[in-house]
């Protein structure tokens, strides 16, 4: 070998060490990036969760300021349980957010807002946060049988709470099954003296400095109108925390929220139900959940019957909001709020258990999803008319109909 084919052969050698290294190089630094990213967008969600907790405390101290003690009397319109339920149903389909609706209910509950007048929002909540999926499912319109497929999944779930508000509202209006029960459970985690929530709170001194920051900037702005700012700074607050929370964790999540789903659809109903709740979790968002579902059922790629296990986990899962909401709440109204977010949880899981334990009753949203979806693919008019009409129309016809008697 020369001279000349030796030092050839050392460059060609240095040459591929030095490719090696940079393609290494290359493939490790978007990977260190991608943890370092992960890294703050989860610090980000731990400071917006705690900014939605403090928000919720800001709503409290402003209802229970600018109300004096008199919130009762300002909510007298809704005493009437279909007016409550009513704007539970239009404020969260205006919203598309039943996490966010829940959250200023827990805040009005702790600024004076009866229970019993609280809990009617609750259901009429469930019912308005499904118009997210019936909207996703028109994204499938051109195509006849892929849109049958997608309609009947997303309106299973609003045939589902629907039923459920049939069968618990009446319930609860004569003998308060769930306020009552709820009740017991806050009063012994919030009263008890030893391993409460009331022992363990810190939650409060955490949030105290954001609330009082917020309202000293509310009564500078005015004095006579301080609390009512106070109030739409929460709300604000509210929507923001909520909807970058989402955001952030459909980028952190929801690739492997496909990935249990996948998995888990199609094992059984309890395997359906407990991945459509955990997923929701991490989501923070039942309308994220159910919305990943239509486009799988209008492809074919799952049936009906194997989505709707997972759509009733995702109704139990979103009841998480609310309860970590009620954490931000001290002092006299803390079981209230508490005991609401737990009707929450009870109306959802209750209604799970029951509806789906009955062939009857479980077989109904079923079959109302696919009548109606094949009344839509027939004719797209019936999708728009039943968007408007059980959403809008048919709230606004119950207002004027309890107007009237």
């Known amino acids: ?9 050392i460059k060609q050698l240095f040459g591929k060490m030095s490719m090696s290294k940079m393609s290494q190089v290359s493939t490790d630094t978007p990977s260190s990036q991608n ?28 209802f229970k300021g600018a109300t004096k003690g008199h919130a009762s009397e300002l909510f007298q319109f809704a005493t009437n349980p279909f007016m409550g339920l009513i704007i539970g149903i239009l404020t969260t389909a205006m919203v598309q957010s039943s996490s966010t609706v829940t959250s200023i209910i827990v805040g009005l509950v702790a600024g004076g807002l009866p229970v019993e007048t609280a809990v009617p929002m609750i259901m009429g909540a469930n019912i308005g946060t499904t118009i997210t999926n019936t909207i996703v499912s028109l994204g499938h319109v051109r195509r006849k049988k892929e849109f049958r497929r997608a309609f009947a ?6 045939f589902f709470n629907f039923l459920a508000v049939v069968i618990f509202l009446p319930l609860e209006i004569v003998f308060q099954p769930l306020s009552k029960i709820a009740g017991f459970l806050a009063e012994n985690l919030v009263g008890g003296e030893n391993m409460s929530v009331k022992g363990l709170n810190f939650i409060k001194p955490a949030t105290k400095p954001i609330i009082n920051f917020f309202t000293d900037i509310s009564h500078l702005i005015s004095d006579s109108i301080g609390y009512f700012i106070l109030i739409i700074f929460g709300i604000l607050i509210i929507f923001m925390a909520i909807t970058l929370i989402g955001k952030f964790l459909k980028v952190l999540m929801v690739g492997r929220a496909k990935i249990i789903m996948h998995n888990a659809i199609g094992k059984g109903p309890v395997t359906g139900i407990l991945s459509g709740m955990i997923i929701t979790i991490l989501v923070q968002s039942s309308s994220t959940t159910t919305s990943l579902m239509v486009p799988l059922a209008g492809s074919g790629v799952f049936r009906l019957k194997q989505i709707y296990p997972f ?95």
Request: charged share 5%; proline share 2%.
């Open 35 to 62: 943890r370092l990213n992960s890294y703050f967008q989860w610090m980000a969600i731990a400071f917006l969760v705690y900014l939605l907790i403090s928000s919720v405390g800001m709503i409290g101290a402003g």
């Open 311 to 405: 759509t009733l986990g995702a109704n139990i899962g979103t009841t998480i909001t609310a309860l970590l909401a009620a954490t931000a709440i001290s002092g006299p109204t803390a079981v209230l709020t508490l005991q609401i977010a737990v009707v929450h949880f009870l109306t959802n899981a209750t209604a799970v258990i029951l509806i789906y334990s009955v062939k009857i009753l479980r077989n109904l949203p079923l079959r109302g999803a696919l009548w109606l979806a094949r009344l839509a693919s027939e004719n797209k008019l019936v999708a728009i008319l039943y968007v408007f009409g059980a959403f809008f129309i048919f709230p606004a016809v119950l207002i004027f109909i309890t107007n009237i008697f």
């Open 1 to 9: 070998m020369t001279i000349l084919e030796y030092k050839a052969n």
């Open 153 to 158: 999944a997303g309106t299973v779930h609003d």
